[in-house]
């Protein structure tokens, strides 16, 4: 992150991080849409379907230069599970019990997983004193968030936050998997091939642990596929490398923190969801862990301090 903390944050890239938390955020709603009709992997089946197929027509579109492998390709079906298949059914599984508000905010924790393995795998990547301070109050914002009686009880709302914050781990397995195999690899062709490969996955697996896949769905319910697929998957891919190759990759911890309002108030206006005050406090300190992890305000403290 060394590299990217030094990038300052444009006015166009501050309208860009807010889009893709808006983006992102309405993906939480429109999911618990969906859910009233239709599975935890069905969905993601679907999801990753259309947008790999949006993105494949953009790319021949683009004439994006490819080439395919067989190894590049073994690749992207690892991607596929580690950052859609598994956290995209995790988070859908937890959805049907838990509210979207607070599934997004453990979808914050991502940020604190992916440092903490980082440091495990990766030799450029020390936990220093800085990031462990960080990471320390991010898991100390999640177990604020689920609740101690969550924490000693087993139950089916236990569960799904148990769910929700792997999905969070396996975003984090996913970084380490990109940064060693995907380098070089063109952004375009990198999502395409991981939801394609997903979709390959997920759909015989939706056929036979949830029911028949069908298209004769109810009209709300391909309202939110499409949303999902088009803006929330395939839009927000493409605004995600933008702010990458803008911004770098530290500026785009920034939207872990945006996500979560733009989830809590859609689900509090149209899904009638209200979050325990445990939330909110969870959610404050996940923000004191990334502002740390991001490391310029403390920067800019010493800086005051030595002048």
């Known amino acids: 992150m060394s590299d990217t903390v030094q990038k300052s944050l444009s006015a166009q890239s501050w309208r860009d991080l807010i889009l893709l938390a808006a983006l992102w955020g309405g993906v939480f709603f429109s999911n618990r ?27 021949i579109l683009r004439k994006t230069s490819i080439s395919l492998s067989p190894r590049l390709w073994m690749v992207f079906c690892v991607m596929g599970l580690l950052n859609n298949l598994i956290p995209f059914s995790l988070l859908n599984f937890a959805q049907l019990t838990i509210e979207s508000g607070l599934a997004s905010i453990f979808n914050a924790a991502t940020a604190f997983f992916g440092i903490l393995l980082a440091a495990l795998f990766l030799p450029d990547e020390r936990l ?20 101690l009686s969550h924490l000693t009880a087993f139950d089916p709302r236990s569960l799904a936050q148990i769910a929700a914050l792997l999905a969070t781990l396996s975003y984090g397995f996913a970084g380490i998997w990109a940064r060693k195999h995907l380098t ?29 896949l069908t298209l004769s769905l109810g009209s709300a319910t391909w309202v939110a596929i499409t949303y999902g697929a088009v803006f929330g998957t395939a839009g927000a891919y493409l605004l995600y490398y933008r702010i990458l190759a803008s911004s770098g990759s530290g500026n785009l911890l920034v939207v872990t923190l945006l996500i979560p309002p733009f989830a809590i108030i859609l689900g509090a206006l149209f899904l009638n969801e209200s979050l325990p005050p445990r939330a909110f406090a969870g959610f404050l300190l996940l923000a004191i862990g990334l502002i740390v992890l991001d490391g310029r305000w403390l920067a800019k403290r010493g800086s005051t301090r030595d002048s």
């Open 33 to 59: 849409i969906a859910l009233f009709e239709i599975g935890p992997i069905t969905l993601v089946a679907h999801r990753t379907f259309w947008a790999a197929l949006l993105l494949w027509c953009l790319a």
């Open 128 to 147: 220093t004193m800085t990031k462990t301070m960080g990471v320390a109050l991010g898991f100390l914002g999640v177990a604020t968030a689920i609740g």
């Open 184 to 212: 070089g690899v063109p952004p375009l062709i990198a999502a395409a091939g991981m939801l394609t490969c997903t979709a390959l996955i997920a759909t015989p697996l939706a056929h036979y642990i949830e029911a028949p």
